[in-house]
């Protein structure tokens, strides 16, 4: 079973940035896929951005260019820089990792943006 803790969400004006941050319990180099998801209210959930053990990025097409996924493995967090916020990607912001055929949840962490 693998544990996730996102951190890094709050309010932030349009155009602004900000970083989420989700630490692991189990070696993010173990994992066989990373993703940030969200979920807006009346939405269904989606998946933002992955990366996979072989550092493979994908994105989805709303974000394009202003998010990028990454891992830092001094601190075995994946990590989401998010620039040019616009108001449309309000939403509860999770972590999900692929582990051992195994889909695993952080709590989420709610992201803000004002107009």
């Known amino acids: 079973q693998v544990q996730l803790v996102e951190s890094g969400g709050g309010l932030v004006q349009a155009g602004g940035s900000l970083r989420l941050s989700c630490a692991a319990s189990e070696s993010i180099f173990n994992i066989n896929r990373m993703d940030w998801c969200r979920q807006a209210p009346g939405k269904q959930r989606e998946v933002v951005a992955s990366?996979?053990?072989?550092?493979?990025?994908n994105y989805a097409d709303s974000v394009k260019g202003r998010f990028t996924i990454s891992r830092d493995s001094a601190k075995n967090t994946v990590d989401l820089q998010m620039n040019s916020l616009k108001p449309e990607d309000t939403a509860n912001y999770y972590c999900r990792v692929r582990f051992k055929s195994a889909y695993y949840w952080g709590q989420g962490t709610q992201v803000t943006v004002s107009s």
């Open positions: 990366i996979d053990n072989a550092g493979t990025t």
